[in-house]
T-cell receptor, first 112, second 113 residues
Framework: QKEVEQNSGPLSVPEGAIASLNCTYSDRVSQSFFWYRQYSGKSPELIMSIYSNGDKEDGRFTAQLNKASQYVSLLIRDSQPSDSATYLCAVSLNFGNEKLTFGTGTRLTIIP | DTGVSQNPRHKITKRGQNVTFRCDPISEHNRLYWYRQTLGQGPEFLTYFQNEAQLEKSRLLSDRFSAERPKGSFSTLEIQRTEQGDSAMYLC???????????FGQGTRLTVV
């Protein structure tokens, strides 16, 4: 079993709709959860972090965490063509161990 | 710009040659990480420094790889006797003790021919 799992996609969403990206993780003691956006040929860009169960909103982005289900999600509202990218879910143990374990990423395409 | 800086951006080398990459973290960040990313995969952890101390090294990292952060500021990653399988994007990230968010540099793309 992979430590962090994501659907590789591609996920196609019409412009203006809500894009929903999902991630599951295997290590129950994981404490910190991140979403990174990566454009083709570029490096990952941090867009959201979440540490507690529930929702965290930042502009058009909402991260959701359910530690009991070991599940993290990212919602992108009012999707724009510029949101087309690969979205990487990353997890860390956060007990003095800050290394990130990444999923393989979900490729998102916003259709104009 | 005070972001994470990596040099060079691209490196093409012949198999068997040694290469060295440099990373300059965000100035107030005391933690520095190296990752490697191949096509279609997420970044894979290589090693981690807090100040000048190398606190963790991935078991996947062969003896041909070495990293240093001599003064707790910039870091170098050296690969000796490069192999074609070393071709990848090498990413550096930094963070600081009070915040777990890590920010990546632009990466160094290595091609071994």
């Amino acid at each position: 079993q992979k430590e962090v799992e994501q659907n590789s996609g591609p996920l196609s969403v019409p412009e203006g709709a809500i894009a929903s990206l999902n991630c599951t993780y295997s290590d129950r003691v994981s404490q910190s959860f991140f979403w990174y956006r990566q454009y083709s040929g570029k490096s990952p860009e941090l867009i959201m972090s979440i540490y507690s169960n529930g929702d965290k909103e930042d502009g058009r982005f909402t991260a959701q965490l359910n530690k009991a289900s070991q599940y993290v999600s990212l919602l992108i509202r009012d999707s724009q063509p510029s949101d087309s990218a690969t979205y990487l879910c990353a997890v860390s143990l956060n007990f003095g161990n800050e290394k990130l374990t990444f999923g393989t990423g979900t490729r998102l395409t916003i259709i104009p | 710009d005070t972001g994470v800086s990596q040099n060079p951006r691209h490196k093409i080398t012949k198999r068997g040659q040694n290469v060295t990459f440099r990373c300059d973290p965000i100035s107030e960040h005391n933690r520095l990480y190296w990752y490697r990313q191949t096509l279609g995969q997420g970044p894979e952890f290589l090693t981690y420094f807090q100040n000048e101390a190398q606190l963790e090294k991935s078991r996947l990292l062969s003896d041909r790889f070495s990293a240093e952060r001599p003064k707790g500021s910039f870091s170098t990653l050296e690969i000796q006797r490069t192999e074609q399988g070393d071709s990848a994007m090498y990413l550096c990230a930094s963070s600081w003790t009070e915040n777990t968010e890590a920010f990546f540099g632009q990466g160094t793309r290595l091609t071994v021919v």
